[in-house]
């Protein structure tokens, strides 16, 4: 298993991008006739967030962030880039805590130097350690999350793959 926090995988398709993005619309859009029961989805243009309903989420429940774009200049064809992240509640929380462990961080450092040169007691690299050492609970807790998600990682890639016309691998 990868050690990515936010797994990334593209698939490449010979059809359009209108005609892909046309396709994920009639599979995923609520509507008495989707084909997608158990999934939401949100649209932000040419953007899909798919990720399953609150009766089967969990804290650890994955949602796929797809793009299509237009192939590369010597191809025709569509480029479907997708990666999965935990609920955007989650993880703008999880950034924003690295960022401020990261900080705490910087800030703890310049003071131990600051004692350091002193010649004071330099506690603040405690809060160094600290801090890393959250930073790779923090780490270890997203890896335990994937592999708790695996399953549902799996079927929203295949419903995917499914709804571009392309079969699972």
Known sequence: M????RPTF???TERAPDDVIASLHAAFDRSEGSEAPGLDARWAGP????????????AWSPWLHIDVHEADENDRGSRISARFSPHPNLWTCYALTYLA???LAIFAACFAGAQMFLGHS??????????LLIALGMWVAAI????AAHDQMIDLRTRLEEAVGRPST
Do not use: D, F, P, T
């Open 101 to 103: 462990l990261g900080s």
């Open 2 to 5: 990868s050690v990515e926090l």
């Open 10 to 12: 593209s698939l490449e």
């Open 122 to 131: 330099q506690w603040a690299w405690w809060i160094v350690l600290a801090s």
């Open 47 to 58: 953007h899909l967030l798919l990720g399953h309903v609150k009766v089967a989420r969990r």
């Open 144 to 147: 335990i999350g994937q592999r």
